[in-house]
C-alpha cells in the first residue's frame, strides 16, 4: 500500500516526533523512509539581515554570505544524522537527502518520483515566525499541490491503534474513506466513519453510502453520526481519545467546503492531539 514515506525534519522537538510516527508506520506497513531537509533559500538571500546590517552599520550581508551558508550546511548535516540515529535505534534504515530551496516548492518537487506519503510536523522550528512554520502556508501548499496523501503529526506520539475518517459522501470524502479502508486493512486497525449533520435523512443516507462501500471489504469498521458544527464536533471527538488517527479529504467544494478545504482544517489540524492525514 505504502512503499515509501518521506518526512521533511528540521531537527525541532515536533519533527523528532513526526520521525516517531514514521518510524511506527515503516514498521507497520513495511514502508522506507526518506528524511529530507530543506535549506531555506530565504535565510541564504536575507532580505531582513540586509536591512538590519544596514541599520546598525555592520558590513554588508555579502560578507557574511560564506559563514551562513557554511553554518546552515552544518546544521542540515547535522539534522540529517540525528534523522538517521533516531530510524536506526529503531532498527529502521532510512535514505537522507539535503536540498537547497523554497521549503514547499522543494517538499512536494522531491515528493514527485520518491514517495507515497508525505509526513509533516504539526510546527516546525519556525513556528513561531508565522510563514515559516510547517503547518499554515507550507502545509496547504503541500496538500493542494502535491498530489500525494499528508499526514500532519502532533507534537506528542501515541501508539495508533484505531482510526477514523472524517465522511459526507463527497468525491474528496470518498477519496478519503477508500483510502481509510486500505490502512485500516493493511495496519488492522478499527476504523470509525463519522459523519457530522444535524439532518438525520441525509446521515442515513450518507452512513449507507460508506457501509455498502465498507461491506466488500471486510474490515472492522463503524458508522457514527454527531450532531453540530463540523470542526467542534470532530475536535470534540479527537480530544475524547476515541481514536489515535484521523483521515480527512481535503479542499472540497460542497457544504463541508469550509472544513474540507479551508481555515476549518488548519484549525484543526493545528488543535489536534492526533495525526490527520489529507487526501485529495
Not at 536506526?88 to 537527502?97: F, L, M, Q, S, Y
Not at 481535503?250 to 482544517?265: P, V
Amino acid at each position: 500500500m505504502v512503499k515509501n514515506i518521506l518526512i521533511p525534519t528540521d531537527g525541532s522537538d515536533f519533527g523528532k516526533t513526526a520521525i516517531a510516527y514514521g518510524i511506527a508506520l515503516a514498521g507497520k506497513l513495511g514502508a522506507g523512509l526518506l528524511g529530507l531537509h530543506v535549506v531555506d533559500v530565504r535565510l541564504l538571500q536575507g532580505p531582513v539581515f540586509t536591512d538590519l546590517s544596514g541599520s546598525i552599520g555592520v558590513p554588508p550581508y555579502q560578507e557574511f554570505f560564506p559563514a551562513i551558508e557554511s553554518s546552515l550546511e552544518t546544521k542540515a548535516d547535522e539534522i540529517l544524522l540525528g534523522f538517521r540515529e533516531q530510524c536506526e535505534k529503531a532498527g529502521i534504515h532510512p535514505e537522507t537527502k539535503k536540498v537547497t530551496g523554497v521549503i514547499d516548492e522543494t517538499i512536494i518537487e522531491e515528493a514527485k518520483g520518491c514517495c507515497d506519503w508525505i509526513l509533516l510536523a504539526q510546527r516546525g522550528e519556525h513556528f513561531h515566525i508565522g510563514d515559516g512554520a510547517l503547518l499554515g502556508s507550507t502545509a496547504q501548499s503541500v496538500v493542494r499541490n502535491s498530489g500525494k496523501p499528508v499526514l500532519v503529526t502532533p507534537g506528542t506520539f501515541r501508539e495508533i491503534e484505531s482510526m477514523a475518517v472524517a465522511y459526507d459522501g463527497s468525491g474528496p470524502a470518498h477519496n478519503a474513506l477508500k483510502l481509510a479502508a486500505e490502512l485500516s486493512k493493511a495496519a488492522s486497525w478499527p476504523l470509525s466513519v463519522i459523519t457530522v449533520t444535524n439532518d438525520q435523512c441525509l446521515a442515513s443516507e450518507i452512513m449507507q453510502k460508506a457501509e455498502d462501500y465498507l461491506a466488500p471489504l471486510k474490515i472492522d469498521s463503524t458508522t457514527l453520526v454527531l450532531n453540530g458544527k463540523e470542526d467542534k464536533e470532530l475536535l470534540r471527538y479527537i480530544q475524547e481519545g476515541a481514536v489515535e488517527l484521523l483521515v480527512m479529504g481535503a479542499f472540497g467544494h460542497n457544504r463541508l467546503r469550509e472544513l474540507l478545504g479551508g481555515s476549518t482544517t488548519s484549525a484543526i489540524i493545528r488543535k489536534s492531539t492526533i495525526p490527520v492525514l489529507l487526501t485529495r
